[in-house]
């Protein structure tokens, strides 16, 4: 229970803090697997050095998530994962030696696994029946932040060089973190016990949350191979310049931002949510799969304006689905489990396909990420099956 009421300028703070967050981390993405090629790292080292992005999410979400519900505190994580993603901006900025860069990307690792103070704090400015709908805007707010951060790196590096994209994320963190220190934080009722050791088990077993977990770690390690990982180096193949990447981006990116909008709002609440998400899967292994046959930038682009559209379906329902029927008091250690969970697939896509592309080319790990699209969608209809008849056909969260 809030005991003072959220005003339009808190949620102005926070929905500045949270562009800045991510814009910072994702101003030098698209340009961050070409510029460690140009450095001289092989698709094994830059698959390691993207996962390791993962790789810490992987091992520190699930304890932050646990750890902030223990306090009943959210704000100081985010204070926290602004000023790491300052440090990894700096690393990658100050040196161009590949072994900061890997240190540099498992740091902005720690920052994005902040996140779950993020969505948890932010969820807990709206009613629970409202949820979805703050979890559909703060998933906007996040894809806006990424569009335009990304939209701009290719641009920024033609201009001012590699590094350019590292010391831009580098000031945007500064202003987020000292925007960050401003966010106001509902003080919980005095009733509600931290949560114990004992109730974590029973968490983690939801049914939705387990559903959720899985099927978001097959969707991050598809978005990690292909815009967030390999798809720019397909561009540079083709001979893309700098600037073309920037158009890239955009391709994908525009449809993203607009799919994670009417996923919840339109497609889940009119088709239901498992057909949503077959729909999803389904396009995003097509289009994954033709990224390699795309031999100028138009086509490309095409692929992604597809991909970036289908990828965006299944984000905003997972989270969602991850907090759906927790507890309130419950639920940061819900989203670590779910977070830290996905992050499986941050760390382990890019990895299996830096492997599978050093062996015989880009098109490995565009094919195994096809195939991943496939299984999702199977198991969407699997569990679409077996859950007819039940009364959730899409996410809402009606328990207080």
Known sequence: MQTHKIERKDHLIFVLVTFMYWSSQYVYTPILSPYLEYKGASYMLIGVILSSYGVTQLLIRLPLGILSDYMKARKPFIVVGMATSLLSCLGLAATDHVGWALFSRAVAGISASTWV?????????????????????????????????????????????????????????????????????????PSRKPIQPKDLTGVMKEP??????????????????????????QAVKIGAGKEDISLLVLSFMLPHAIATIMAGRYFAAKFGLWPTLTVGFLGSAIFTVVIPFADTMFALCLTQVGNGFAQ????????????????????????????????????????????????????HGFFFAGL??????????????????????????NRK
Do not use: C
């Not at 309130?328 to 989203?335: C, I, L, S, V, Y």
């Open 312 to 363: 965006g379906v299944g984000f905003p329902l997972f989270l969602g689905m991850a907090i759906q029927s927790i507890d309130r008091e419950k639920r940061a250690t819900a989203m670590g489990f779910y977070q830290a969970i996905y992050s499986l697939g941050i760390f382990s896509g890019p990895f299996v396909a830096g492997w599978l592309n050093s062996g015989g080319g880009l098109e």
């Open 208 to 233: 939705i949350l387990l559903k959720a977990s899985f099927l978001s770690i097959i969707a991050h390690s598809i978005l990690f191979i292909t815009m967030y990982g390999f798809t720019p180096l």
């Open 117 to 189: 103070a993020f969505t948890v704090l932010y969820s807990s400015y709206f009613i629970s029946s409202n949820v979805t709908k703050a979890m559909s805007t703060i998933h906007f707010i996040t894809v806006t932040a990424q569009l335009i951060g990304m939209g701009v790196s290719g641009y920024l590096v033609s201009k001012w060089g590699w590094l350019a994209p590292f010391w831009i994320g580098a000031a945007v963190a500064i202003i987020g973190f000292i925007l960050s220190l401003l966010i106001r934080e509902p003080h919980q009722s």
């Open 372 to 397: 991943s699209g496939l299984l999702a969608a199977g198991l969407s209809i699997y569990w679409s099956r077996t859950e007819k008849g039940a009364p959730m056909t899409s996410v809402s969260v």
